[in-house]
């Protein structure tokens, strides 16, 4: 089934951001989800993920599973997973002892969490910066492949990722959109993408295309003329 966002309206300190938002992510699809600067992108991979400072009205549901409610944790436990568009950086706590700190909280085998971190962390070439403090001195490309590292730990089935390529050069998004298939094959996961530049395009096809304009969502099941489109005449072209 996977992931149903039904007439939702996301709100933060009593104004509106999104007034209609209805989309579906199913297992095995790749989704993007694109709009203009402000539009509200953010603003609704957050409210999906849980996020409290925002306040929804409609349904969000996990395999048929209203998680509207519930707090984040509990959806994360469910296999929903988001990334942050902008990492936070944290100092005093390594990338490791997050990871661990972060799977010890779902999984009680030593053994488990050290093999899924190391081996997660290899195939993004994240091994050497595990010792370092959380997104510290960290390049563009080099955050983007850590805050995937920290979503993709306890192997969600449902994955928003926020602009995993802006800020990214070609070399880590190759690596980046390499383990994301890697895992999308193993895992058969439904994968949203919200994309400014496209540049995860370069590596993977879409199935589907979500257009995010003055808080409403449009969709276009042709995804990559539809990008082409709006790279070309911009996004009130869909009007």
Do not use: C, W
Not at 21 to 29: C, D, P, R
Not at 53 to 68: A, E, F, N, Q
Not at 184 to 202: A, D, E, M
Not at 215 to 225: C, H, K, P
């Amino acid at each position: 089934m996977g992931l149903e966002v039904n007439n939702l309206k996301v709100s933060i300190n009593d104004k509106t951001i999104i007034k209609e938002a209805t989309l579906k992510v199913g297992y095995e699809e790749k989704i993007l989800l694109v709009g203009p600067n402000g539009s509200g992108k953010t603003s609704l991979i957050q409210a999906i993920i849980g996020n409290p400072r925002y306040r929804v009205d409609g349904r969000i549901l996990l395999d048929g599973k209203d998680i509207s409610n519930i707090p984040m944790h509990e959806r994360v436990l469910l296999g929903l997973a988001a990334s942050y568009q902008i990492p936070p950086s944290l100092r005093g706590l390594t990338l490791y002892d997050l990871a661990y700190n972060i799977m010890k909280r779902f999984h009680d085998d030593i053994d488990i969490i050290k093999e899924r971190i190391y081996s997660l962390a290899s195939s993004l070439n994240m091994v050497e910066f595990l010792d370092r403090e959380v997104n510290r001195e960290f390049s563009g490309g080099e955050l983007k492949r850590s805050e995937l590292f920290l979503t993709l730990l306890l192997k969600p089935k449902i994955i928003l990722l926020d602009e995993i390529d802006s800020g990214v050069d070609m070399e880590n998004l190759r690596i980046m959109a390499k383990e994301i298939m890697r895992y999308y094959k193993r895992y058969k996961p439904g994968i949203l993408f919200v994309t400014h530049t496209g540049g995860i395009l370069r590596f993977l096809k879409s199935d589907r295309l979500y257009i995010l304009l003055d808080g409403f969502i449009r969709e276009s099941r042709d995804a990559e003329n539809a990008f082409k489109i709006i790279m070309e005449s911009g996004f009130y072209k869909f009007t």
